[in-house]
């Protein structure tokens, strides 16, 4: 909803690259100290490397403008960084173990698990220091930030006014000039497919293509070769037994009487008294619990159903409502329990056990993975070793390791449809092309691709750039040249009707469609050019006309045939609109003071990030 509004608006989680205290997906380490390889940008005293960008960018396809934005994220977390740092920001200790224990992905029912944590920084490689080093430097970030989050005066005047800009619709049709409509018309000789060919030369070279033979070493791989006996199974999940019991769902139905937060003493033990006195019905006949639920519970999304809420987990709900749940028998009703809704009188419907098969399953995949960490980087450590002394092929190490030669169709230097989804991958991109492989004829280093995954290239065929004749490519520059001029007599002729509409002269041969009614927040199949020129008609000229060239070289002539005021916006639209703005605002604020801090702080960027 408000589809409009919120596509002109910068997050902060853009601006900032997406910092947030969540971890779950951690990937990003802290910024290296010591490293031989010229730095991308320096600010301050930080200096950030390409091993830096590769590390936030990890497993994504990402070319010299995703990198380079990338990069511009970077320095403007370094940016907050050193005026954190300047005004003595820091975690504390005991803020840093607040932070770590309150993430969920160390937690075992609720609370923080050593035994979680350990598996988690083994799982990615990653020691104490460096994860905690990182979540200090995300609160000092978030820290910065708060100022920009908090406190956004939108005033009612504004959001009354971009409620009716977002509630207006307009009836609109169209009709289209195509420029294959024009082809015909378009007249092309040799001299022009040869002039046109000349002037762009290099547009149509041959790029350069490499032909790849390759190994692939995982972790996952790693894993399924591990073995784990029924002992170590068995040990597993005596010792996992209270986590796994999290899995074990319960379905519970409740009577719920609500309790403002701020409610007094007196009003509170009014409302328990009338649930315990609810409770005593329902002692005396339990058979009336839906129908009592359905009358008195004040929780609109389960009332109707007699109260019930379908099956959970442990966790999922609060605290003193999920610990009644799973201490309690099916069929039995608890005692009144208080939480922060107010209070609740709760029967277990069902239990559904985990499956002990699946259980087993798993436990026997994660001792399997616990065992392969190791063996992993052993192995990693024997293939950059073995790869390098045997730097003519890749079969002495595949033989070694219990692995696989795999080989790959043509890799195009700068083509993104590539066969093999790891060469998506721009560092072994690089690899595959660089002077090691194609002049040296060498094995390339082994290319960390991330999740774990190591792959070494070795180039069996390479074809350098070269140029196409034209013979080659006459067929596509024909067809450039007919779209590229089909497009010009499009928009003349599209420009042309739409001054005789204007002036009242009737046009022939117009076949209009109906667009329907497009709003601001629901353009239907308009674009923004397109809802731009629609909505640029003033509202006391209509019916009236406009058109606009579409990026694919169309011109679009539309007839705006009416237009309906808005309805008056809803309490939850209202709302809406009123957060988006608010938002908008923090933005332009965070914007002005990261603009602020760049002049405040020197920033070199050394060089320019390669795709």
Known sequence: MFDFVHNNKLALQVILGAVALTFVGFGVGS??????????????????????????????????????????????????????????????????????????????????????????????????????????????LKEQLLPFLDGQFVSKTQVEQVARLMGETRAVKMALFRPEAFAAEVRLDDAALKAYYDANRKRFNAPEAVRLEYLVLSQDAVAARQTVSDAE???????????????????????????????????????????????????????????????????????????????????????????????????????????????????????????PAVARAEAVERLKRQKAGAAFRVDADRLSDLVYQHGASLKPAADALGLKVETADWLVKGDKNVAVPLFAHPKLVEAAFSDEVLKKKQNSEPVDVGNNTIVVVRAVEHRPERAQPLAEVRDA??????????????????????????????????????????????????????????????????????????????????????????QPASADESAQIAALLAEVSANAQATSYLNLLREKYKVTVNQQPAE
Do not use: C
Not at 73 to 90: H, V, W
Not at 513 to 526: C, Y
């Open 31 to 140: 910024y290296s100290t010591a490293v031989d390889d010229p730095f991308l940008a320096k600010v301050d005293k930080a200096k950030i490397y390409k091993q830096d960008l590769d590390r936030v960018l990890e497993g994504e396809v990402a070319d010299a403008a995703t990198r380079q934005a990338a990069l511009e994220n970077l320095i403007r977390q370094e940016l907050l960084l050193a005026e954190g740092r300047r005004e003595g920001l820091t975690a504390t200790p005991e803020a840093l173990r607040r932070a770590i224990a309150g993430l969920a992905v160390l937690q075992e029912n609720g609370k923080f698990s050593e035994a979680r944590y350990r598996e988690f920084l083994a799982s990615r490689n990653l020691t104490s220091q460096a994860f905690e080093g990182q979540i200090a430097r995300d609160m000092l």
């Open 233 to 355: 199974v068995d040990k597993y999940l005596r010792e996992r037994a209270a986590a796994d019991s999290s899995k074990e769902e319960r379905r519970a139905a409740h009577i719920l009487l609500t309790v403002a937060p701020d409610a007094k003493p007196a009003d509170k033990a009014k409302v328990k008294a009338e649930a315990e006195a609810l409770l005593k019905t329902l002692r005396a006949d339990p058979a009336k619990f839906a129908e009592l639920a359905k009358a008195r519970s004040q929780d609109p999304g389960s009332a109707a159903n007699g109260g019930d809420l379908g099956f959970f987990t442990r966790g999922m709900m609060v605290k003193p409502f999920d610990d009644a749940v799973f201490r309690m028998q099916p069929g039995q009703i608890s005692d009144v329990v208080e939480t922060e809704f107010g209070y609740h009188i709760i029967r277990l419907e069902a239990v559904k056990s985990a499956d």
């Open 477 to 566: 520059i024909r067809a450039e040249l007919v779209a590229r001029e089909g497009a010009k007599l499009a928009e003349a002729r599209g420009k042309a009707a739409l001054a005789d509409l204007k002036a009242g002269k009737p046009v022939a041969g117009l076949a209009w469609t109906d667009a329907g009614e497009v709003s601001r927040r629901a353009p239907g199949a308009l674009g923004v050019a397109e809802l731009r020129a629609v909505f640029s008609v003033p509202a006391k000229s209509v019916p009236a006309y406009t058109g606009v060239k579409r990026p694919n070289g169309e011109f679009a002539l539309f007839n705006v045939a009416s237009v309906r005021a808005p």
